[in-house]
């Protein structure tokens, strides 16, 4: 899980509320425009959804190490 957010807020990780890609992806599942998205509505978000983005990761986690193995 640790791998997939360090790459993921790369170049944001004191703010990573400002990264594109994790905008991107809290506007996807959310629906709020990311523009609008401030510091306090995305530590809203990860509180809110905390169960879901862990799953997420977990999920992550295991893609990475199948591809990693050669499994399909």
Do not use: N
Not at 15 to 27: A, F, K, M
Not at 35 to 43: E, K, L, M, N, S
Not at 53 to 66: E, F, G, K, T
């Amino acid at each position: 899980m640790i791998p997939f957010l360090w790459s993921a807020s790369k170049g944001y990780r004191l703010c990573p509320w400002r990264s594109p890609y994790l905008l991107w992806r809290v506007e996807t599942y959310w629906g709020w425009h990311a523009g609008q998205i401030t510091a306090r509505d995305f530590f809203g978000f990860l509180r809110e959804h905390r169960r879901e983005i862990l799953r997420m990761l977990a999920w992550v986690s295991r893609m990475r190490r199948r591809a990693k193995c050669g499994r399909k």
